[in-house]
């Protein structure tokens, strides 16, 4: 499968451990991207591990090696339309889920997820469950 996809923390942590499924679908992808809002998740887990200092390295190298998304004011606007939307339906998500949602609609990426559930919340957002 090809594309152009928007990878969620547990994607990127499915990376960090080597999984097949993962890595095969990297390998035929068109584009991939980071959002910064998974980076600060990553750096977090980091924080909370027994061991920091290699976590950290590790996220610093996948990190100068990435082509990261950073949030803008029309990221802003997009997360203003998820969130919105998703309080009309009464189906609220993690707020750094709406984030992630709000960059791959800002850029027309396609989400690679393992959280199914709160992504496909998002109303138009490309979703693939890896």
Same mark, same amino acid.
């Given at each position: 499968?090809?594309?152009?996809? *928007? #990878?969620?923390?547990?994607?990127?942590?499915?990376?960090?451990?080597?999984?097949?499924? /993962?890595?095969?679908?990297?390998? +035929?992808?068109?584009?991939?991207?980071?959002?910064? /809002?998974?980076?600060?998740?990553?750096?977090?887990?980091?924080?909370?591990?027994?061991? /920091?200092? =290699?976590?950290?390295?590790?996220?610093?190298?996948?990190?100068?090696?990435?082509? *990261? #998304?950073?949030?803008?004011?029309?990221?802003? =606007?997009?997360?203003?339309?998820?969130?919105?939307? #998703?309080?009309?339906?009464?189906?609220?998500?993690?707020?750094?889920?709406?984030?992630?949602?709000?960059?791959?609609? =800002?850029?027309?990426? +396609?989400?690679?997820?393992?959280?199914?559930?709160?992504?496909?919340?998002?109303?138009? *957002?490309? *979703?693939?469950?890896?």
């Amino acid at each position: 499968m090809s594309g152009r996809y *928007l #990878l969620d923390t547990n994607v990127i942590i499915a990376l960090f451990a080597r999984e097949q499924t /993962v890595l095969d679908r990297l390998a +035929t992808a068109e584009a991939v991207f980071v959002p910064v /809002v998974a980076l600060g998740e990553l750096y977090y887990g980091a924080r909370k591990s027994g061991r /920091v200092e =290699q976590n950290l390295e590790r996220i610093d190298e996948f990190a100068a090696a990435a082509t *990261l #998304l950073d949030c803008t004011q029309a990221t802003a =606007q997009h997360y203003g339309e998820i969130k919105n939307g #998703l309080l009309a339906k009464g189906r609220p998500i993690p707020e750094n889920d709406i984030w992630i949602g709000a960059v791959g609609m =800002q850029h027309s990426l +396609t989400v690679a997820t393992r959280d199914h559930d709160h992504f496909s919340q998002i109303s138009g *957002l490309g *979703l693939e469950v890896w």
